[in-house]
């Protein structure tokens, strides 16, 4: 599965997939920013960080 396929998967008609993809890019751009990383995101790396708890919850 490519990030496109995976993309529509997220973002289908499902509410809980869309806040769950916007929760996990969010953490990611928080935690690519704050370490100064300038790669390319990879959005199947980002879900799978994400559901391991590899991302930390922060406050709004």
């Known amino acids: 599965m490519n990030n496109r396929e995976l993309f529509s998967v997220l973002t289908g008609s499902d509410v809980i997939s869309q806040a769950f993809l916007q929760k996990i890019v ?17 959005l199947k790396t980002m879900v799978r960080e994400y559901t391991e708890g590899l991302y930390k919850e922060k406050p709004e």
């Open 26 to 42: 969010r953490l990611h751009l928080q935690y690519v920013h704050e370490n100064n990383i300038h790669e390319d995101a990879d």
